[in-house]
Structure formats: structure tokens, C-alpha cells
T-cell receptor, first 108, second 114 residues
């Protein structure tokens, strides 16, 4: 199955700074690369996704970049705000297998 | 609201008991996934059903079983419960079929085994 690794496992940033989370996968046939956000006490929710025919996608303050050759994709959050504090998961490929998650804390 | 409904929200039970968790997927979604999330842990994939048939199995214990009914709702049965089974259990649904799309998650069932 898909081997998924996320780095870092925790990330603390000052409000207004940027945050970057990287997800590495093993299945070269993967063609769907989503990022989910899980707030405390809630289920994960999709925040952005990208397909393999695109290298980058942006939605306001969040963006995802894909490097298929190196088999990794990254989540970029700019101008971080307190409401960005959450756990973020990647789930590449055909199976809904999640990375271990990255806990992001935005310091006011 | 994701459109995925899980019941009950909370469940407290004793060791050795059996419980059933229920999930109603989004209208029209054929695929249901079950996950276990222990404290400060990631989402451990348990099992997937597609249109009533088991499609994929993850790290699901033999004490656990699941099924998907003709109306597409799914149930996860946990038996001979142990303290370590205390966790949040999520289900997610997708349309299924070819290719991956967004998965919609329920709010979870918090199981506490005492």
C-alpha cells in the first residue's frame, strides 16, 4: 500500500508568518493529492487538493505544490492566523490513507 | 455540515462489552470508510465498503467487524472491548467509482471503555 510520511509533526509559527508542511509518498501511480484540516473535536475537512497534471494550485492564503518526480507535495499557508491552528493531514493516492498529521500552532 | 451522520456521538461502556457504531453517508455516496483516532494519534484506516461490498481492509482487529447495508448506511461492530479501544471513530464517504475525490467526514463517535 501507499507509504505516506509527513514533516514536520509539529509546527509553531508567529501570526502573519508562513507555514509549510511536506508529504512524501511511495506510489508513483498516485494522481490525487489532497490536504485535510482537522479542528479540535471535529472530523477532517478538505482544504485543497491537486491532481497530477498540475504542479501548483492556490486558494487565497493556501497553496499546494506537487513534485511528482520526487514523489512529494507540500501545503503552504501564508499570512497565518489563529484560526489556522489545527492538525493537517495529507492523503495521497487512490486509497484514503492519511499521513500521521502535522499539528500547527499559530502564536498571537 | 458534511452530510455524513454518525451516531451515537458519545459512548461509554465497560471492558468486555460489544458496541455498534452507525454511519449514514452523504446522499448518493456509495463508498464508506472507517477510521480510528486515538489520543494525539493520526487516522488509522480500518475498512472500506463500496456499494455493500468490502473493498479494502486496513489494520482492523479481528474483534472488529463492519458491514454496509442496501440503503448504504454502515455499521462498525466492536466486541470484547479493551481499554485500548477508547478512541474517536470516524466514518467518511465518497461517491466511489473511478478515481479519488473529496472525502466527507462525520463528526465522529467518541468511545470510552472503562
Amino acid at each position: 500500500g501507499e507509504n505516506v510520511e509527513q514533516h514536520p509533526s509539529t509546527l509553531s509559527v508567529q501570526e502573519g508568518d508562513s507555514a509549510v508542511i511536506k508529504c512524501t509518498y511511495s506510489d508513483s501511480a498516485s494522481n490525487y493529492f489532497p490536504w485535510y484540516k482537522q479542528e479540535l473535536g471535529k472530523g477532517p475537512q478538505l482544504i485543497i487538493d491537486i491532481r497530477s497534471n498540475v504542479g501548483e494550485k492556490k486558494d487565497q492564503r493556501i497553496a499546494v505544490t506537487l513534485n511528482k518526480t520526487a514523489k512529494h507535495f507540500s501545503l503552504h499557508i501564508t499570512e497565518t492566523q489563529p484560526e489556522d491552528s489545527a492538525v493537517y493531514f495529507c492523503a495521497p493516492g487512490d486509497k484514503l490513507s492519511f499521513g500521521a498529521g502535522t499539528t500547527v500552532t499559530v502564536r498571537a | 455540515d458534511s452530510g455524513v451522520t454518525q451516531t451515537p456521538k458519545h459512548l461509554i461502556t465497560a471492558t468486555g462489552q460489544r458496541v455498534t457504531l452507525r454511519c449514514s453517508p452523504r446522499s448518493g455516496d456509495l463508498s464508506v470508510y472507517w477510521y480510528q483516532q486515538s489520543l494525539d494519534q493520526g487516522l488509522q484506516f480500518l475498512i472500506q465498503y463500496y456499494n455493500g461490498e468490502e473493498r479494502a481492509k486496513g489494520n482492523i482487529l479481528e474483534r472488529f467487524s463492519a458491514q454496509q447495508f442496501p440503503d448504504l448506511h454502515s455499521e462498525l461492530n466492536l466486541s470484547s472491548l479493551e481499554l485500548g479501544d477508547s478512541a474517536l471513530y470516524f466514518c467518511a464517504s465518497t461517491p466511489g467509482g473511478q478515481g479519488r475525490t473529496e472525502a466527507f467526514f462525520g463528526q465522529g463517535t467518541r468511545l470510552t471503555v472503562v
